[in-house]
Structure formats: structure tokens, C-alpha cells
């Protein structure tokens, strides 16, 4: 069935440093790419999508690529503060976003140390 | 947030007994969805709701029934609960009618279930 890899799931870096998040998904129908950030004790908070028909979008310190052709999206955040620290997750529409349901990664627990 | 709650936060139960959780939502929004969290396992899609009355099953639907009667209302009931059903469980909700944004979901604050 389908499915979305995530790597790694563990990244450690420095306080501004840049930390990137990589994923790939198997449905080459998923048009709608979200990412997640999860706070201990809190269900996850949307903080950045993005739909097959651009390549990249930005919102601050904060952006996502995406590359159809290959199936792999991935997020990047600069400048990278102690609050930053969580798992975030990816996801993907399962075929075209109108059924409603995402297939998630499996999370990577992203550690900012001051 | 969006106005999203869910019933029991905690829970600790026996193995073997009923557990019905409860997911309230007040943006009207069409879908509703149960999810599992699990360590190295993201978030699985155990039940959906498209409507009241619809719903269909995910991909870790074994074990697990739901219902919808309401718009605001999605109940998970564990029928009769095993250990590996100890998680913590997210609802979500979605609109896939809303310009724009019908893609995204948004997530409760979550269930802690211990079935021991």
C-alpha cells in the first residue's frame, strides 16, 4: 500500500543552525503535502503545507520543497531556536486530496540545543 | 486551537473491557478522523467520518468500531480492549469543501489509553 518514509528520525543541531527533514511518498497521486510540529503532551499543530502545483513555499523561518518527479518533499527550518525542539511530522494525501485522508512519516524529534 | 476536545483524556483500563472514547468538535466541520500514535509508527488512520452516519475504515481498523450521529460527535469504541491497543489516540477534523484550506486537518489534544 502506500506509504511516506521520513528521515531522520532523530536530528540534533546547534542553536541557528539549519535543520532539514526529508520525506518520500509511493502514491504518485497525493497532491497535498503537509507538515506537523508535535509538542510533548499535545496533539499535532499544522505549521506549513504544500500542493503539487508549486515547488516551494516559505512562511518565515520556515519552508518546504517539493519534487514530483522524484516524490520527495522535504522541510527546512533556519535560524533554529530552543522552541523549535519537537517531533514534526510529514504527510500525504492519499491520491487526490478530495478523499480527505493523509498517510503520515514516521516523525523526527528535532532537538535545538541553546 | 480549533475547537476540537476529546473525552476521556486518560484512561487505564482491563483487558477485556468496553472503552468508548469521545472526539466534540464545534467548527462544523464535514470529516472526522481516529488516530493511533505509536513510537516509531507516526499517526494510522484507524476510523473516518465523511458525514453523519458515513464512515469508513482506515488502514488499523481491527479491533475498533465508530459512530457518528451528530455533526460535532465521532465515538471510538473499543469493543472488548487487548494491551496492543494501549496508545494515544488523536481525533482530527477536516473540510474538504472550504476553499482554500479543505485539505488540512486539525488535531485534539489526545487520549492516553493504558489497557493493561
Known amino acids: 500500500g502506500e506509504n511516506v518514509e521520513q528521515h531522520p528520525s532523530t536530528l540534533s543541531v546547534q542553536e541557528g543552525d539549519s535543520a532539514v527533514i526529508k520525506c518520500t511518498y509511493s502514491?504518485?497521486?497525493?497532491?497535498?503535502f503537509p507538515w506537523y510540529k508535535q509538542e510533548l503532551g499535545k496533539g499535532p499543530q499544522l505549521i506549513i503545507d504544500i500542493r503539487s502545483n508549486v515547488g516551494e513555499k516559505k512562511d518565515q523561518r520556515i519552508a518546504v520543497t517539493l519534487n514530483k518527479t522524484a516524490k520527495h518533499f522535504s522541510l527546512h527550518i533556519t535560524e533554529t531556536q530552543p522552541e523549535d525542539s519537537a517531533v514534526y511530522f510529514c504527510?500525504?494525501?492519499?491520491?487526490?486530496?478530495?478523499?480527505?485522508?493523509?498517510?503520515f512519516g514516521q516523525g523526527t524529534t528535532l532537538q535545538v540545543k541553546p | 486551537d480549533a475547537g476540537i476536545t476529546q473525552s476521556p483524556r486518560h484512561k487505564v483500563t482491563e483487558t477485556g473491557t468496553p472503552v468508548t472514547l469521545r472526539c466534540h468538535q464545534t467548527e462544523n466541520h464535514r470529516y472526522m478522523y481516529w488516530y493511533r500514535q505509536d513510537p516509531g509508527h507516526g499517526l494510522r488512520l484507524i476510523h473516518y467520518?465523511?458525514?453523519?452516519?458515513?464512515?469508513d475504515k482506515g488502514e488499523v481498523s481491527d479491533g475498533y468500531s465508530v459512530s457518528r450521529s451528530k455533526t460535532e460527535d465521532f465515538l471510538l469504541t473499543l469493543e472488548s480492549a487487548t494491551s496492543s491497543q494501549t496508545s494515544v489516540y488523536f481525533c482530527?477534523?477536516?473540510?474538504?469543501?472550504?476553499?482554500?484550506?479543505?485539505?488540512?486537518?486539525?488535531f485534539g489534544p489526545g487520549t492516553r489509553l493504558t489497557v493493561l
Open positions: 504527510a500525504a494525501s492519499m491520491g487526490s486530496s478530495n478523499t480527505g485522508k493523509l498517510i
Open positions: 467520518s465523511y458525514g453523519v452516519k458515513d464512515t
Open positions: 502514491d504518485s497521486a497525493s497532491n497535498y
Open positions: 482530527a477534523i477536516s473540510d474538504p469543501g472550504l476553499a482554500g484550506e479543505g485539505d488540512t486537518q486539525y
